[in-house]
């Protein structure tokens, strides 16, 4: 799998691991499951507070005060005369600022609001106007960096919460999403325009300029409207000062494409070249390379369908309706690789009746591969009906297996250690024949003698980084370390459980090769578990890799990274 909380995707299980219902990262905790509370440095959003220090900002003060910023400052002395001026002179700055924005908003098409009052984060009470969905954007940018949440789950609130839909939740969308996913490259470009480090600028400011360029280099929007907005969000924020830094900083990032910036700027290797165009930690760029081996030329291909936005992916339940009825009612498209997938190009998959109803629910097709290819693994001896699912929050691959349990008149028994994911588990498995067990994979008191056994195990999620946008910029090669013992652990307690000629899938949604093939090949060497081609368990998926296990890939299948390996236990 991915981690809990790392695996993203249309799977929404665990990446990393992933929250199934809302895609959040999760962590894995001593008892084999991902717990964000309990992730060193990282919180989920609504339990977030700011970070106890912040960095001062020196972008408008000082020797280092850009020409435009001083020209705005003579404007901001003429500006207060004229309030002072008697006889009705007295011009109201809200007044103009607001039919500027008004203005503005007719050329880029957004609604101009104005602000009556403070914001909840902190925001200014000047009642300027303020563009909706850029202000949206920002506030995301903002609550990622302060209170390392997720973009997935605090943009949909704030949408809500502003009124957006349409166009201008579309913008928002693609302006929060986007600025997360490119922050590397945008910051070099800010530093490099504002002549100092990124550390040396105030962060709230700083998430307005990677907005700013974001927009300039990375969407069609116009290079006014994108530098207009951004001064006139910084004005309403910080004052006149500070949006003089922003125009200043702006303007340089725009006397150049991206493509003249990325020849300016990214390294001379090829690996640190395709990271920073693309956006990614080279760690993670040389991972994927390394993953991809002797094809690692397709580098470029593969970072690149991290930043695509990927199709919404649903599951049709065995039993219940088939992936073409599933097709019909929804207005999607079978699936490629699964007999159960079928794609959505947006919308929440949330409103669909088949989806209220439990008869279908989002999932990653690369997750329906994983819960597939168990079923179909060959045994030693005759399949008695016993199946588990030792890594089962928050329910997606569970709840499949259990619907194809279901079928042959078998059973499945499910395991999570932490109480609100387990019941996750039963709202996923409802009315199947899935007994779900309150304990630590590790050590899990099931009785042996098991068919089957799927170790989704917690991982980094690096398999799933484009349904999580900040999700890049958090992870560390420590990261890998702590993961990797956990799943040798998973792995061994699994294999405990299975009986003689019985099979283990061993999956993660991560290419990593410490938490793919080295977890099996160590598996093979310690246990001596003999590795079926899985391959041929994936009938119909062509490019998996060479074998014995199978990689997928984002820009080759279209599903998230998953990799997965069966074992078989010799008699």
């Known amino acids: ?286 991972a994927f390379a390394d993953a991809l081996g002797a094809r690692a030329g397709e580098l470029p291909e593969a970072l690149a369908a991290d930043d695509a936005r990927p199709l919404v992916h649903l599951v049709a339940r065995p039993g219940d309706i088939t992936a073409e009825e599933l097709a019909l009612v929804t207005g999607g498209t079978e699936g490629q690789w699964s007999p159960y997938a079928v794609y959505l190009d947006g919308g929440d998959p949330g409103k669909l009746e088949p989806v209220r109803a439990g008869m279908a629910a989002v999932q990653d097709e690369g997750s329906q591969l994983v819960a597939l290819a168990l079923t179909r693994a060959p045994l030693d001896g005759p399949d008695t009906g016993r199946w588990l699912d030792l890594c089962a929050g928050p329910g997606g691959k569970a709840a499949l297996l259990g619907a194809i349990a279901a079928i042959d008149g078998f059973r499945v028994d499910a395991v999570e250690p932490a109480e609100h994911r387990a019941e996750l588990v039963r709202k996923a498995v409802h009315e199947l024949p899935v007994d779900v067990h309150i304990a630590d994979g590790r050590d899990s008191g099931l009785s042996p003698g098991y068919d089957r056994i799927l170790v989704d195990a917690p991982c980094s999620g690096l398999g799933a980084l484009r349904r999580r946008p900040e999700a890049r910029w958090r992870r560390t090669p420590a990261d890998v370390r702590e993961l990797v013992v956990l799943q040798r652990e998973l792995l061994s307690a699994a294999w405990d459980l299975l009986r003689p000629g019985g099979v283990v899938v061993y999956s993660t949604c991560s290419p990593h090769l410490p938490e793919t093939v080295s977890i099996v090949a160590d598996a093979v060497r310690r246990l001596g578990a003999q590795q079926v081609d899985t391959r041929e368990l994936l009938p119909g998926v062509t490019d998996v890799g060479d074998g014995p296990g199978a990689q997928l890939w984002p820009h080759r299948h279209g599903t998230d990274a998953m990799f997965l390996a069966a074992l078989r236990k010799p008699r």
């Open 1 to 286: 799998m991915s981690s809990r909380g790392n695996r993203s995707g249309a799977d929404d299980e665990r990446g990393g691991r992933r929250d199934e219902q809302t895609g959040a990262p999760e962590r894995a905790t001593r008892s084999g499951r991902p717990n964000r509370s309990t992730e060193p440095g990282r919180v989920r959003a609504r339990d977030a507070s700011p970070r106890a220090a912040r960095q001062q900002d020196r972008g408008g003060t000082g020797r280092s005060q850009p020409t435009e910023q001083r020209s705005t400052n003579g404007r901001d002395k003429r500006d207060r005369a004229e309030q002072r001026a008697p006889g009705g002179q007295q011009r109201s700055e809200a007044g103009r600022r607001d039919r500027a924005t008004q203005r503005r908003s007719a050329r880029t098409g957004s609604k101009a609001v104005t602000r009556q009052g403070p914001r909840a984060t902190g925001g200014s009470a000047r009642g300027e106007a303020v563009d909706p969905p850029r202000s949206v954007a920002w506030e995301v940018l903002r609550a990622v960096r302060e209170r390392d949440a997720y973009a997935n789950l605090v943009l949909p609130v704030l949408l809500r919460e502003r009124g957006l839909s349409g166009r201008d939740a579309a913008l928002a969308t693609e302006l929060a999403y986007g600025a997360c996913r490119s922050l590397g490259l945008l910051d070099a470009v800010i530093a490099e325009g504002a002549g100092r480090p990124i550390d040396e600028i105030d962060g709230p400011l700083l998430d307005v300029l990677r907005l700013g360029v974001y927009q300039l280099l990375r969407t069609r929007i116009g290079a006014h409207a994108a530098v207009d907005t951004s001064v006139a969000l910084a004005r309403t924020e910080f004052g006149a000062g500070k949006a003089g830094f922003v125009n200043a900083v702006l303007r340089r990032a725009g006397e150049k494409s991206i493509e003249q910036w990325i020849e300016a700027l990214a390294p001379a290797d090829p690996v640190g070249r395709s990271a920073f165009e693309y956006a990614h930690p080279v760690w993670i760029a040389q």
